[in-house]
């Protein structure tokens, strides 16, 4: 009879590393047909609400928490009184980013607009923001480009757009170094919205512009499971090969339905299988980082309903690790994944011209063309676990 997960077990405490952005549980509900429907929260009930629902912290944009046009004396302030949340609350700023896609300045783009004086204006603006995250204790500072795209391919040569990223990111590396601040970049892809066309649209575009940096060790990804599955993608793959690269930094976690426009919902209220291996690979992997929730609150929701989400989405990810150490733990299905693996072999095929006998080697193509995975049944045992009959 499966059994209950153990009391306190799906409690969400800081060391789960859960996480969510001013603009995540503070978002408004504003939509392109639509107007706000809930007031902003302050900043300070942000960051005591989710201390006491367990996050470990919070992310911002220099924005969520700076108006555009704040003075200096104002900007001191306005960071005094969030420390003074921090600091009562013990919660913490892990990561750090720039808004770089509300100001209509950046309608072109910031580090890819064709006005060099943006191209310069966009540097500033995340200089600024990068001292603004360190002095919170981030560690992780994060790039999503919404802006960096076009509307029209004639618009831009693509070879500029990405010398031009290129540049931005080298320049931002620099800077960390000089100022010797212990921070990484991420690359968060995304294939479109709210541009047409963004540059760096998946996770494989980003990870190959990485390695043609001045600074590859400094960059990795934060890729968002809304931004795969609206290019149809298998986001666990992606999110695998950044692991595997070493590159997976951080990660914004949601749900999606395909093909539609970036929805942005609770963690694992779409797609129950995806997330359930999602977090099957970030267990497994011993993934250490932040597990961040880019996702915000139906907008139906007042703010309780807001709450409601960021408890839902810290909750069904604790649901699926246990639902993970269940399927690592059910002697049917390990035996089905001990047969794989022992087919799948230890040795690596790696050539030498002195072990040149794979040429010659026979087959026995007649069995090896006959034989079954045994896949229906291990997926199967997979959904009883999910569905909970197992
Ligand atoms: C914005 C976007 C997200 C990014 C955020 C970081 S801002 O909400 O939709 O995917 O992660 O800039
Ligand atoms: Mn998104
Ligand atoms: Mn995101």
């Known amino acids: 009879m499966p059994q209950a997960p153990a009391s306190g077990a799906l409690t969400p405490r800081p060391e789960h590393r859960f996480t969510f952005g001013l603009w995540t549980v503070g978002n408004i509900g504003r939509d392109p047909f639509g107007g706000p429907v809930r007031a902003p929260i302050p900043a300070r009930r942000i960051v005591e609400q989710l201390a006491k629902l367990g996050a470990y912290g919070v992310n911002l944009h220099d924005n969520d928490l700076i108006p555009r046009d704040a003075t200096a004396a104002e900007r001191d302030d306005i960071v005094r009184d969030f420390k003074a949340a921090l600091a009562d609350t013990g919660m ?18 910031a580090f890819t607009s064709n006005d060099a004086r943006v191209r310069a204006f966009a540097l500033q603006k995340t200089m600024r923001a990068i001292d603004l995250g360190v002095e919170l204790g981030a560690k992780t500072y994060v790039f999503w480009g919404g802006r960096e795209g076009t509307d029209t391919a004639a618009a831009k040569d693509p070879r500029d757009a990405i010398k031009w990223f290129r540049e931005a990111i080298n320049y931002l590396c620099e800077y960390v170094r000089a100022q010797k601040y212990e921070l990484e970049f991420a690359l968060e892809p995304k294939p479109n919205e709210p541009r047409g066309d963004i540059f760096l649209p998946t996770i494989g575009h ?75 690979l970030l267990e497994d992997s011993g993934y250490s980082g932040m597990l961040h929730f880019d996702s915000h609150a139906y907008r139906t929701e007042d703010e309780a309903g807001v709450w409601d989400f960021a408890a839902g989405s810290m909750r069904t990810y604790l649901i699926l690790k246990e639902k993970v150490a269940r399927f690592n733990a059910d002697a049917e299905i390990q035996e089905l994944v001990g047969a794989l693996r022992k087919r799948a072999g230890g040795e690596a095929l790696k050539f030498s011209a002195a072990a040149a006998g794979l040429k010659e080697r026979t087959f026995d193509l007649h069995a090896m063309r006959a034989q079954g995975y045994g896949y229906e049944k291990l997926d199967q045992l997979t959904m009883e676990i999910i569905l909970g009959a197992r």
């Open 206 to 280: 980003a990870l190959a512009f990485i390695y043609t940096l001045d600074h590859p060790d400094m960059v990795g990804v934060n890729p968002e499971v809304a931004h795969d599955t609206m290019a149809g993608l298998e986001f666990s793959h992606g999110v695998g090969q950044a692991i595997e690269a070493g590159k997976l930094f951080h990660i914004d976690l949601n749900a999606q339905k395909p093909g539609r426009f970036d929805q942005d919902l609770r963690f694992g209220s779409e797609d129950i299988k995806a997330a359930f291996f999602l977090v099957k």
């Open 92 to 109: 913490k700023v892990p990561m750090a980013t720039t808004n770089l896609f509300g100001d209509p300045v950046f309608r072109d783009g």
